[in-house]
């Protein structure tokens, strides 16, 4: 009988043992727990919930190393596109799914739009980008209210009981079975909603909704940040923007679009230096446009504007994509030649006249038709500055005028 009654007390102390062994382990977060404790033991109750514990402790604990590394990831992300096209990549590792969309709320609260969508068929996408449906009425609203995120295991059925709903029939549409909507909250404010979605029914269970809490959370923080780097960014991309249609507007001529006297002599001097490097040849084309003062007085001011946009365009459009024409004042432009050869030279000023002479005659009893006298100036680099070149130019200018106009002469020398 004692012999008996031993045994029963060293059972009991080795089960208790083993519980009291397993509880330090879980207090060292060591969660790999074993028991050898027969079904009728007294502690046999104690030992399985203590290994129910160990199992969530052990689930938990990997949740916040995934959540640690996904924060890591997301926080490499600055643009808000960066930020969701990490998150496609990280969340894989603890939730399942097809698709990975992010809806943002407009800033008077009315309105939801779709701001990033990725998919693993992304050639079959019908709920894309841009895609905005009002929050009034809505289902989600519901789901701000109550903060938590919304489980559809069979969007089939849920359309039935939601036939207006355009964004589930285009989900549908997609083959996609079911969804896990996130909300987005930072500082208590909602700003949009992540949505999750699985191309097989009942994919997502209410029982990790705490960890579908806590990666909404995650995301929320890095969609705020981003957003604001964002912001940031379009604004310098509109500051951007505006300097250079300033400065392209600094450097052309209102009236005819050319490059202004500044920006066509700066090229100039720009190509000088260029070709002196080069050891080639520079060589400008300085074009007036014949009696354009008897236009004015015969026709009016507005009308020798016009008259100075056509020859603008017609010059425009007999030289080569790169050779540079400026307004150098008045009725004169000045051409920058690349690359003059002599016969390429010889062309362009055949063109230009040509061009010039296509444009309609301005109307009178005996109706005035344009032309231009070109001076050419082509020199060795090396050998010239600036003012050489255009005082050359300006010379042939002169001879031209003096053999009677609407022709070019060539510099000398």
């Known amino acids: 009988m004692v012999s008996v009654w031993l045994i029963l007390v060293l059972e009991f102390l080795l089960s208790y043992e083993q519980v009291v062994y397993a509880l330090k382990q879980l207090q060292n977060e060591h969660f790999?727990?074993?028991?050898?404790?027969?079904?009728?033991?007294?502690?046999?109750?104690?030992?399985?919930e203590i290994l129910t514990l160990a199992a969530s402790y052990a689930k938990r604990i990997e949740l916040f190393?995934?959540?640690?590394?996904?924060?890591?990831?997301?926080?490499?992300?600055?643009?808000?596109?960066?930020?969701?096209?990490?998150?496609?990549?990280?969340?894989?590792?603890?939730?399942?799914?097809?698709?990975?969309?992010?809806?943002?709320?407009?800033?008077?609260?009315?309105?939801?739009?779709l701001v990033w969508a990725h998919s693993s068929n992304p050639g079959n996408m019908r709920l894309t980008k841009g895609f905005q449906a009002a929050l009034a009425n809505s289902s989600l609203l519901q789901i701000l209210a109550d903060g938590e995120p919304r489980i559809i295991n069979d969007l089939a059925v849920y359309l039935k009981r939601k036939p207006d709903s355009t964004s589930t029939r285009l989900m549908l549409a997609e083959g996609i079975r079911s969804s896990l909507t996130c909300p987005l909250v930072?500082?208590?404010?909602?700003?949009?909603?992540?949505?999750?979605?699985?191309?097989?029914?009942?994919?997502?269970?209410g029982a990790h909704l705490d960890s579908f809490k806590r990666i909404a959370q995650l995301i929320s923080i890095?969609?705020?940040?981003?957003?604001?780097?964002?912001?940031?960014?379009?604004?310098?991309?509109?500051?951007?923007?505006?300097?250079?249609?300033?400065?392209?507007?600094?450097?052309?001529?209102?009236?005819?679009?050319?490059?202004?006297?500044?920006?066509?002599?700066d090229l100039v001097q720009n190509a000088i230096h260029q070709a002196?490097?080069?050891?080639?040849?520079?060589?400008?084309?300085?074009?007036?446009?014949?009696?354009?003062?008897?236009?004015?007085?015969?026709?009016?001011?507005?009308?020798?504007?016009?008259?100075?946009?056509?020859v603008a365009h017609a010059i425009r459009s007999a030289v080569r994509?790169?050779?540079?024409?400026?307004?150098y004042g008045g009725e004169e432009f000045l051409l920058l030649l690349s690359a003059p050869s002599d016969a390429a030279v010889d062309a362009i000023a055949a063109r230009i006249h040509e061009k010039v002479g296509e444009i309609a005659p301005l109307p009178a009893t005996r109706p005035v038709h344009l032309s231009v006298s070109i001076?050419?100036?082509?020199?060795?680099?090396?050998?010239?500055?600036?003012?050489?070149?255009?005082?050359?130019?300006?010379?042939?200018?002169?001879?031209?005028?003096?053999?009677?106009?609407?022709?070019?002469?060539?510099h000398d020398g």
């Open 65 to 113: 190393a995934k959540i640690h590394s996904l924060s890591a990831e997301l926080s490499k992300g600055v643009l808000l596109e960066d930020v969701l096209s990490r998150a496609y990549q990280a969340f894989r590792t603890v939730i399942p799914y097809s698709r990975l969309a992010c809806a943002l709320i407009s800033e008077d609260g009315a309105s939801l739009q």
């Open 321 to 327: 994509d790169y050779d540079r024409v400026g307004r």
């Open 375 to 410: 001076g050419i100036a082509v020199k060795a680099a090396r050998d010239v500055d600036i003012d050489q070149l255009i005082e050359a130019a300006d010379n042939a200018l002169y001879r031209a005028k003096e053999a009677g106009r609407g022709c070019s002469i060539r």
């Open 222 to 265: 890095y969609i705020d940040k981003s957003r604001l780097y964002q912001d940031i960014h379009d604004q310098n991309r509109t500051l951007q923007s505006t300097q250079e249609d300033l400065r392209q507007k600094s450097m052309h001529d209102t009236l005819t679009g050319l490059y202004n006297r500044g920006a066509i002599l």
């Open 276 to 310: 002196a490097l080069d050891e080639t040849r520079v060589g400008i084309m300085m074009i007036d446009v014949d009696y354009f003062k008897r236009v004015n007085d015969i026709f009016g001011h507005l009308a020798g504007d016009e008259a100075l946009r056509n």
């Open 32 to 48: 790999s727990i074993a028991f050898d404790i027969p079904p009728d033991d007294p502690f046999s109750g104690v030992a399985q």
């Open 186 to 205: 930072v500082d208590g404010k909602p700003v949009g909603f992540l949505f999750f979605s699985s191309k097989r029914r009942n994919t997502y269970q």
